[in-house]
Every structure is written in structure tokens, then in C-alpha cells.
């Protein structure tokens, strides 16, 4: 078994935010079902430890492109999780003013630069990112996740030649959750192995357990370290699984009930919650805790999302184009 090496106040935050996100999605799926979320609304549950083990390993100045189910991400981020559900909800005081919805978060501050509803649209643009990190010699790292039906679009392929031949500073992380919206990967690809695409390209890939927070954490924080000190790029693919439909729209008749019970005997966070028992880090009354803060953020923002007003239609073409021209990759 693999050694922690994480300090308690750390491990203790890595599930605080695994459940934080569990429970923000599974808040979501309600508000969405009774109408107050529209539009598609795609949810990460199952796959919080690609999304913590990963986006933990970065440092303060490094960067995130990533795709549409990607609420987890801007929770992760530091992003508030009721500004996160107010733009699911459409509502002013969301992360994008209640312009983009679910798909569309972005959050400067906090280094999320989407949010992007296109498969594979957003590789260009996080390649394009790396290139002016490396063009100002700066030691930036930009990660740019994506799932692995992405691996099939030619952006996706362009973007990693570019940046092998560029030199430049991605880490590119496959999620890999079995399913694009209903086929899986051995019906799409001509190469079902997705870490192997990447050796196309010339770029070091691996793959990992995305089940497991520690496996992931682990290869991200190396694989993170390995594209500031070289300034090339890495590949990861992490094997994971979502509990719920592609989006909310899915009646799920392309797989069976055994196998998503068979994949939820691995849930990430229990995972981690025996890990951490184990090692004498958490107990029962300290998880009782961190679950009860957790649902009291979730209904915080709730509230908050709810209680939020629209847009004013009278703003509708505000932000289409920025007059700042400092709004670049600067901050
Ligand atoms: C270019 C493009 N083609 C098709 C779609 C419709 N679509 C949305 S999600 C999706 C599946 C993508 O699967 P994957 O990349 O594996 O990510 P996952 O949703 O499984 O996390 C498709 C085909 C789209 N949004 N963009």
C-alpha cells in the first residue's frame, strides 16, 4: 500500500472536498429535476477523486482549461460553491453572471479558464495558453482535462502535436469514465487503450486508477512536476466511472444496473475514508462533522442560488467583448 505522505490538515481536506462535491452534485440533480437548473447539466459523481487528486497537485500559479462536467473542478479550485450553483440556476450572481450554465464556469481568480461545452474544443485553447506561459518564461503548468470520447476529435489530436513540437508546458489528463454519452471507447476508438494515443505524439502517458484519490494524487503531482522542470508535455489517463447518466437526460439503457453497482463498491470516497481509518486520521465523529459542514455549504448555496435574480434582460449583450485589455493570461 502506498505511503501517505501528505501532512492530516491535507488528507483531511481532500475528503472534506470529495464530499463537498458528492453532495453539491446530488443537490444539483434535484434542483435540476424540479426546474430551477436548465439547459444540460452534466454531474461528476464517481469520479471526485480524478478531480481532487488531479487539480490538488497544482501549484498557486498553474492553470485549468477543462471540459463541461466540471462543477467538482471550480469547487476544488476555491471557486464558492454558491456562486457555482447560482450559474447552474442561470442567476446574476453566478461564476459567469448566469451567461454560461453548468457547462460554462470560469473563474479567473481561481485559475479556472472553463468550463467548455465542445468536446475536445478547449485542447487548442489550453495549448494556446502554454504557449504564451512559455513565450514569457514563466514556470507555469497548465492542466487541461477532458473525457475520453474527447481523444477521437481532431482538436484533440492537433493540440498534442502542437505541443510536443512546441515544447510546451500541458499536462493533459484523459478522464476516462467508460462511456462517452452512451457507447464506450472500444465502439468509438480505433485505439481503446487512450494513454497510448498520446505515444502518437511522442509524449511520456500513463495510466492510473482514478478510483483511487492516492493513485491519482501521486501521478499528478509527479507528472505536474515533471512539466514545470522540463517544459514539456505529460499525458494522463484515469480510469474512472460515473455513478449517474451523461447528463440528466439519460435513461442509461447502454449499460446494466450490475455493472454500476460493481463500480460503486469502489466508490472513491468510502475508499478514502477507509484509507484514512486505517491510518488513524479520520474517525467517526470528526467525518460526522466535515459531512454535516459539507451539507450546510450545499444548502448555503442552494439559498443562495435560489434566492439570486436573473440577469436583467436589458444587459443581455453585456460581456460579449471585453474593453479590458488586460483581461490575458497575465492574471
Ligand atoms: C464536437 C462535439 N460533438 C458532440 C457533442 C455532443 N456530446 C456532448 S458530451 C459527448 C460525449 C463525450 O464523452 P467524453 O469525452 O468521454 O466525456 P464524458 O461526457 O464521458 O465525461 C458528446 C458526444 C459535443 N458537445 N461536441
Given at each position: 500500500m502506498q505511503t501517505l505522505t501528505e501532512n492530516k490538515e491535507q488528507l483531511i481536506e481532500y475528503y472534506r472536498q470529495m464530499v463537498l462535491i458528492r453532495l453539491f452534485e446530488e443537490r444539483a440533480a434535484q434542483l435540476y429535476t424540479q426546474a430551477h437548473i436548465g439547459g444540460y447539466c452534466h454531474l461528476n459523481v464517481g469520479e471526485e477523486a480524478t478531480v481532487v487528486g488531479t487539480l490538488s497537485a497544482l501549484g498557486p500559479e498553474d492553470i485549468v482549461f477543462t471540459y463541461y462536467r466540471e462543477h467538482g473542478h471550480a469547487i476544488a479550485l476555491g471557486s464558492d460553491p454558491a456562486a457555482v450553483m447560482a450559474e447552474l440556476c442561470g442567476k446574476q450572481t453566478g461564476l459567469s453572471k448566469g451567461r454560461g450554465g453548468s457547462m460554462h464556469l470560469f473563474d479567473l481568480e481561481n485559475r479556472l479558464y472553463g468550463g467548455y461545452g465542445i468536446v475536445g474544443g478547449h485542447l487548442p485553447l489550453a495549448v494556446g495558453a502554454a504557449l504564451a506561459i512559455q513565450y514569457r518564461n514563466e514556470k507555469r503548468v497548465v492542466m487541461c482535462l477532458f473525457g475520453e470520447g474527447a481523444t477521437n476529435i481532431g482538436a484533440f489530436h492537433e493540440a498534442l502535436n502542437l505541443a510536443k513540437v512546441y515544447h510546451l508546458p500541458v499536462l493533459f489528463v484523459c478522464?476516462?469514465?467508460?462511456?462517452a454519452m452512451g457507447s464506450t471507447i472500444k465502439e468509438d476508438s480505433?485505439?481503446?487503450?487512450?494513454?497510448?494515443?498520446a505515444c502518437a505524439y511522442d509524449i511520456p502517458a500513463e495510466r492510473v486508477d482514478g478510483m483511487d484519490l492516492f493513485a491519482v494524487r501521486e501521478a499528478s503531482e509527479r507528472l505536474v512536476r515533471e512539466v514545470r522542470e522540463t517544459g514539456e508535455p505529460r499525458f494522463l489517463e484515469a480510469d474512472t466511472y460515473r455513478f449517474r447518466g451523461h447528463s440528466m437526460a439519460d435513461a442509461g439503457r447502454y449499460r446494466t444496473q450490475d455493472e454500476v453497482r460493481q463500480w460503486q463498491e469502489r466508490d472513491p470516497i468510502q475508499t478514502v475514508v477507509r484509507r484514512l481509518e486505517e491510518d488513524g486520521i479520520l474517525d467517526p465523529d470528526l467525518r460526522k462533522r466535515l459531512d454535516s459542514a459539507a451539507e450546510e455549504e450545499v444548502e448555503r448555496a442552494t439559498r443562495f442560488a435560489l434566492e439570486s435574480p436573473h440577469p436583467d434582460t436589458g444587459h443581455l449583450s453585456d460581456y460579449l467583448y471585453t474593453e479590458d485589455e488586460e483581461t490575458t493570461i497575465a492574471n
Open positions: 478522464v476516462n469514465n467508460q462511456y480505433a485505439v481503446p487503450e487512450v494513454w497510448m494515443k
